[in-house]
């Protein structure tokens, strides 16, 4: 039998998608690891998920106080140790406020709550969260934020689209404001990957959609990966 | 001793929440041409060095209180 990498789904006061996304994970061939937000170390794990929600409120700007959690910097050692992290949602919000992604999240330009299937386009499947996907393929993940208006200053954009870190664009409609459509991106170095739409809500083709299958399988088989070499 | 500190959407930085105040206003009956909405933090501090308090105060802004990517801050001291 094939393994399963084990996979931490870290939990705030305020998330609200860490158990679909432990499902989704497991459904994608993932043990899925439940992190309460105070422990100071991650337990055996060789992924990482930050799921969607609204830790600690959204108090003061979505993310910032999470960024503070004791487990935010396991998973910083984490990722500076090259292993693969995938915020959703409000878990994008919490990586681009600890600095692990570039850019910011800010209140929707329609300031108004959206919660819909959206449309975006794979930029790039030459990383470990796109490479079950087409080139240019398009997702239909569905969006649900109030804060997801992604924004960098314009010499950084430069920077980014010059790298191919904007890794997800919305096609047809931008749900959020986000500058240059960007609804996900990805760190330089390539293992942290951070988005808006949430693909643990679409990895069941009997609710609409599963392309987030994809997405969640790049992250399992990044895992896998290190599973097979002990670290 | 207390300390004021102001953050605001940088200019330039769409503030889709000031453009919802101003339009509000316009219906209230005084058109303005511009609303910008930030905010207030209040702190209270233990007495001592005001310099210090400020350099202090000026690197939670940088790391908490503010974003600088998209907000500015100003801090009010007072003894």
Redesign the interface.
Known sequence: MESRPRIAVLVFPGSNDDRDAAWALGAVGAEPVTVWHAEPELPDVQGVLLPGGFSYGDYLRCGAIARFAPAMGAVARFAADGGPVLGICNGFQILCEAGLLPGVLRPNASLAFVCRDAKVRVTRTDTVFTSRCEPGQELTIPVKCGEGAWYVDAGKLLELRQRGQLLLTYVDENPTGALEDVAGVINARGNVMGLMPHPEHAVDPLLGSGDGALLLAGLVDAARERLAVPA | MKATVLVRPKEG??D??GE?VRSALGHLGLPVEGARVGRVIDLELPAGDAEEARSRIEQACEQ??A?P??ESYEIELEA
């Open positions: 930085i769409l889709p929440q919802a908490l209180l974003n990517l998209i």
